[in-house]
């Protein structure tokens, strides 16, 4: 696939890196210094140049174009690049990447921009916030609406008795619901119904309709989420509070710049805004912080957010969540003792692979990138046909999550046999791609 990606900032830069792995990538961008860091560090095409200018995407469209992602800071930018390249190249898809909540009207913008896909990540952020917020446990949350279904990583708490160190065929996990892997230290296990779970474990489970919630619910839950504090105004902070005030919650937002808490203030309903320092400890002190059942950090600076995060959990806050943009501080997010933290290129990275993986149904990257959950095909070649779940030789670190039989989904039992024509949903570590492949007679895309 030929790919042109318009921006190299910390989001273009990450969609490059991703895609130059397994396409032809060419990358345009004004700003000398990112330019320069392109073509030092990644292994593709580069152009220094306006890539909003008819005269620079006249020269780089071409009829084996695939693909153009516009994805600098400025969404009319972003807009105007996208229908800009249509003219060039009507089959050229083209994906704009926009911030302001104004823009974002799903299809019905795309329809009258002349735009196959507006993206925003920061509303896709904000979205998988709120659902690590209301469920206590949560450390992690994927959703797949096509099927009504979750993919979930959950933090073993042990504070409900008949939990830990249960055998898992004893414990009462919902219906509609299977764990997929148990990660324990640096330990990964793919469960069987003898494993038990201990204090501190981060368990990912699947699970359909309420299934998640009720797993939450069985690990032990003090209290329902009510009141949450956010730190940071800016766009992913607007848009999280506009989601959490349609669930009826009290939600106070602390906002340093006295102008965005103005525009804040006239979109926001039962949002309390605080014009200060959500980083300083006298003023989390002073909003009573430590009263908050969830304190999320969406701040656009990681430093703000880790010093904000790390001064909730020493005020107590039952739990802190925060957002990071830059991969480097993965790490740094996982080792601070935060309960939950989201990559904004994470984020990205899984919304570009729904654009350029079209084989897949879903495709998703998963525990810092290692891990993936996707779905195959039954043909009639594979060595699966006709098997019970119980007799497959799965390779080692993958289960099979869900089967798909005439459309519908079902959460699989070890008697479940699969028939040409199913589809499969997959966890897997990528150790385990290469044997899967052998399995089902197919190419499985890695991430990066």
């Not at 206590?136 to 073993?156: C, D, H, Q, T, Y």
Request: net charge negative.
């Amino acid at each position: 696939m030929h790919v042109i990606v318009v921006g190299a900032g910390n989001v273009g830069y990450t969609i490059a890196r991703m895609l130059s792995k397994q396409h032809s990538v060419l990358v345009i961008e004004d700003d000398l210094k990112r330019y320069d860091y392109v073509v030092n560090h990644l292994n593709v095409g580069a152009l220094n140049g306006n890539g909003a200018s008819p005269k620079v995407l006249r020269s780089v469209i071409n009829e084996d174009s695939n693909l153009l992602l516009a994805v600098t800071e400025r969404d009319e930018t972003n807009i105007f690049t996208c229908m800009i390249a249509k003219q060039f190249n009507p089959k050229l898809v083209t994906v704009a990447r926009v911030r302001n909540p104004d823009y974002i009207e799903g299809a019905m913008a795309s329809k009258f921009l002349n735009v196959d896909h507006i993206i925003s990540p920061e509303y896709l952020t904000a979205e998988k916030l709120l659902r690590i917020a209301l469920l206590e446990n949560a450390v992690g949350v994927e959703s797949i609406p096509s099927l009504n279904v979750e993919l979930a990583m959950f933090k073993v708490s042990g504070r409900k008795e008949g939990v830990v160190m249960v055998p898992l065929r004893e414990l009462p996990i919902p219906e509609e619901c299977k764990i997929l892997i148990i990660h324990r230290g640096k330990q990964i296990i793919v469960p069987t119904v003898n494993d038990v779970l201990m204090k501190g474990d981060e368990v990912t489970i699947v699970g359909k309709g309420q299934a998640v919630a009720n797993f939450n619910r069985m690990l032990g839950i003090l209290r329902e989420t009510r009141d949450v504090v956010i730190i940071g105004g800016g766009i992913v902070g607007e848009h999280l509070a506009t989601l959490l005030e349609k669930e009826k919650l009290s939600i106070k937002l602390i906002e340093n710049d006295e102008d965005r808490c103005r525009i804040l203030a006239k979109k926001l309903t039962r949002t309390v805004i605080i014009n200060d320092n959500g980083s300083d400890p006298s003023v989390l002190r002073n909003e009573n912080v430590s009263m908050a059942d969830v304190l999320i950090c969406a701040t656009e600076n990681e430093e703000d957010n880790l010093l904000a995060s790390l001064i909730g959990k020493h005020l107590g806050v039952s739990k802190v969540i925060s957002r990071y943009s830059k991969r480097e501080y993965e790490e740094i997010f996982g080792m601070s003792g935060i309960d939950a933290s989201v990559g904004y290129y994470h984020v990205v990275a899984n919304e570009i692979i729904k654009e350029t993986v079209h084989d897949y149904e879903v495709m998703l990257l998963l525990e810092k990138f290692s891990e993936e959950f996707f779905d195959l095909k039954v043909t009639a070649g594979s060595r699966i046909v006709g098997k019970k779940i119980a007799d497959i030789d799965m390779p080692k670190m993958s289960a099979i999550a869900l089967v798909v039989k005439d459309g519908k989904a079902l959460i699989p039992s070890p008697e479940t046999v699969i028939e040409e024509g199913d589809k499969v949903f997959i966890y897997a570590l990528q150790s385990a791609i290469a044997k899967l492949e052998w399995m089902f007679k197919a190419n499985i895309p890695m991430g990066p």
